[in-house]
């Protein structure tokens, strides 16, 4: 799949394309700058205050790239990755995970235009009739975010994985993750 998005202008024009074994590298790359470290700061989705070490890792996006009813887009602009999101079938909804847009590219618009696009293919693809994702509850400037785009808060809540640095180092006690869900109707035709 190979699909052209966004406008000419600041953004310019991205490919869109389901990620392969390849990108791993690049993927775990535009991830890590997305959410932690000082590469993160220059954008506003950074988690760095509430998490140090690693948010991903070569095996964790190479299973989501191969994983059967998994799939991993990536925004693709001038021969570089500048957003990703890992989409899951779930039976009748789908999972929305490790989305990351490249830093300097954050406010832009581009973060929008992928999360409609894959919206738009799991309903088309796998005829989800809900997104489902999970977002730190501590987050409310990205859960706020999400809502603007249809998002809902469902007060249900998972614990942080405390003590699995594979999902970083946290850095408060009071770290979970709150369910949020968006219908997404039927699939076009």
């Not at 730190?136 to 998002?151: C, H, M, P, T, V």
Request: proline share 5%; charged share 25%.
């Amino acid at each position: 799949m190979n699909h052209v998005i966004g406008t000419p202008g600041a953004l310019g024009r991205a490919v869109l394309r389901d990620a392969a074994e390849a990108d791993v590298p690049a993927l775990v790359g535009l991830v890590e700058s997305a959410y932690r470290g000082e590469a993160s700061l220059a954008g506003w989705t950074s988690e760095a205050h509430l998490l140090k070490g690693q948010r991903t890792d070569p095996d964790g996006v190479a299973a989501v790239v191969t994983a059967a009813d998994s799939r991993m887009l990536v925004a693709e602009q001038g021969g570089e990755l500048v957003a990703c999101c890992q989409l899951e079938r779930r039976g009748a909804h789908a999972y929305f995970g490790m989305f990351a847009v490249r830093p300097a590219l954050q406010g832009a618009g581009l973060g929008k235009v992928v999360l409609a696009e894959a919206e738009r293919v799991v309903r088309a693809d796998w005829d989800a009739q809900e997104m489902h994702m999970t977002v730190i509850s501590a987050r409310e400037d990205l859960i706020r975010w999400y809502e603007r785009r249809g998002y809902r808060r469902t007060g249900r809540m998972s614990p942080f994985p405390y003590g699995d640095e594979r999902f970083g180092i946290p850095q408060r006690d009071d770290l979970r993750f709150e369910l949020l869900v968006k219908p997404l109707g039927a699939a076009a035709p």
